[in-house]
């Protein structure tokens, strides 16, 4: 057990819908990452959160959005649901902005129908 | 981030040593070299980092080249439990705290029983 949370396990959904998912840090980390696994594309970084602040962006979609609340835990909105969409989403945590070890989620399986 | 190579895929047979090759002809002077893995239906879960010299923890040993140009990720005693997808990512620990992960496709270990 990494420590880190999400919820929910498994999201269904319809195509152009929105969805929120979830993710608590482990206790005292401040950074927060997202990551989406599919099948074609593999693990891509997504865009990553410093104690509420954005640090970095990766392959983001533009309906894609994300923050980190002030007791940092994280949500990722996901809007306008496209089949391809459908994917692993992990968050995972770090300490700060200098430790090199991050702790994975055990992920939000979305699958858009 | 500089890029990696890593075999698509090895076997060994439990309770033998397993040595994971990963070349990075191009890695600077600043780049960690970090391991993860990622079990099935699983987060990736950190294994192991290092910068010039080997390294040792509970779960493995990280061997450098002396050059850099390459790294070996060695598993003294695998276990059916080491059976996962193995990535070999280099990092600079950037002074802006975007400290994301770029994962390749990694090495998938068969674990023989």
């Known amino acids: 057990d990494s420590g880190v949370t999400q919820t929910p396990k498994h999201l269904i959904t319809a195509t152009g819908q929105r969805v929120t998912l979830r993710c608590s840090p482990r206790?005292?980390?401040?950074?927060v990452y997202w990551y989406q696994q599919s099948l074609d594309q593999g693990l891509q970084f997504l865009i990553q959160?410093?104690?509420?602040?954005?640090?970095a962006k990766g392959n983001i979609l533009e309906r894609f959005s994300a923050q980190q609340f002030p007791d940092l835990h994280s949500e990722l909105n996901l809007s306008s649901l496209e089949l391809g969409d459908s994917a692993l989403y992990f968050c995972?945590?770090?300490?700060?902005?200098?430790?090199?070890?991050?702790?994975f989620g055990p992920g939000t399986r979305l699958t858009v129908t | 981030d500089a890029k990696t190579t890593q075999p698509n895929s090895m076997e060994s047979n439990e309770e033998e040593p397993v040595h994971l090759p990963c070349n990075h002809s191009?890695?600077?002077?600043?780049?960690?070299i970090h391991w993860y893995r990622q079990l099935p239906s699983q987060g990736p879960e950190y294994v192991i980092h290092?910068?010039?010299s080997n390294v040792n923890n509970r779960m493995a040993s990280l061997a450098i080249a002396e050059d850099r140009k390459s790294s070996t990720l060695i598993l003294h005693r695998a276990t059916l439990r080491d059976a996962a997808v193995y990535y070999c990512?280099?990092?600079?620990?950037?002074?802006?705290?975007?400290?994301?992960?770029?994962f390749g496709t990694g090495t998938r270990l068969t674990v023989i029983p």
């Open positions: 995972a945590s770090s300490a700060g902005t200098t430790s090199l070890e991050q702790y």
């Open positions: 206790s005292g980390d401040l950074s």
């Open positions: 959160y410093y104690n509420g602040e954005e640090r």
């Open positions: 191009t890695i600077s002077g600043t780049d960690y």
């Open positions: 290092g910068l010039t």
């Open positions: 990512i280099l990092r600079l620990l950037k002074q802006t705290g975007a400290n994301n992960l770029f």
